[in-house]
Antibody
Framework: QVQLQESGPGLVKPSETLSLTCTVS????????WNWIRQPPGKGLEWIGY???????YYNPSLKGRVATSIDTSKNQFSLKLTSVTAADAAVYYC?????????????WGQGTTVAVS | EIVLTQSPDSQSVTPKEKVTITCRAS??????LHWYQQKPDQSPKLLIK???QSISGVPSRFSGSGSGTDFTLTIDSLEAEDAATYYC?????????FGQGTRLEMK
């Protein structure tokens, strides 16, 4: 079955750039919308943004233009970059799949990767 | 952005109890409301999509209802394994948003 796996540094310095990659296995990356969601320690879920297999993106305005995503269909991977990080960006970061439309439910999630800022 | 408000924030529950969690949207979202379950140290799991559509592999004791601004997740005959935090998510209007979560704790 389809699985998602996040990877990237677990520690980022303040003001630097957080970079994560999500690898899709067991199924295609094409035809779907791919999302990033984060969860600060002990808090709820915050949607960061999505990228389609064609490279269409939308980001949460709350992140004030600090977010960028990319997709590599040849590697079945998509990536997240978050610039100028602060302690408020420390969280578990999840990648998740929506359906053929970005408005669909997130039916598959990665296990999450913890990012600390210090 | 659309604000989703869940109630209660937390609840102490017993096995076999029937539990109802509500999610209210700050504006109408049709049926574009999805429910997730998150157990400690796990990623969220999709329970219900489009307010009331069941998901393959999810126990039938989980059901959803509602449309517009008011939605409900019902757990019939709660089991110990249902102790978790539950989130609603609206996929109607960008940016997508989640409710603050409802934590169910077993007595």
């Amino acid at each position: 079955q389809v699985q998602l796996q996040e990877s990237g540094p677990g520690l980022v310095k303040p003001s630097e750039t957080l970079s994560l990659t999500c690898t899709v296995s067991g199924g295609p990356i094409r035809n779907y919308y791919w999302n990033w969601i984060r969860q600060p320690p002990g808090k709820g879920l915050e949607w960061i943004g999505y990228i389609s297999y064609r490279g269409t993106t939308y980001y949460n305005p709350s992140l004030k233009g600090r977010v960028a995503t990319s997709i590599d269909t040849s590697k079945n991977q998509f990536s997240l970059k978050l610039t100028s990080v602060t302690a408020a960006d420390a969280a578990v970061y999840y990648c998740a799949r929506a359906g053929y439309s970005p408005y669909e439910a997130f039916d598959i999630w990665g296990q999450g990767t913890t990012v600390a800022v210090s | 952005e659309i604000v989703l408000t869940q109630s209660p924030d937390s609840q102490s529950v017993t096995p076999k109890e029937k539990v109802t969690i509500t999610c209210r949207a700050s504006q109408s979202i049709g049926s574009n409301l999805h429910w997730y379950q998150q157990k400690p140290d796990q990623s969220p799991k999709l329970l219900i999509k489009y307010a009331s559509q069941s998901i393959s592999g999810v126990p039938s004791r989980f059901s959803g209802s509602g449309s517009g601004t008011d939605f409900t997740l019902t757990i019939d005959s709660l089991e110990a394994e249902d102790a978790a935090t539950y989130y609603c998510h609206q996929g109607s209007t960008l940016p997508f948003t989640f409710g603050q979560g409802t934590r169910l704790e077993m007595k």
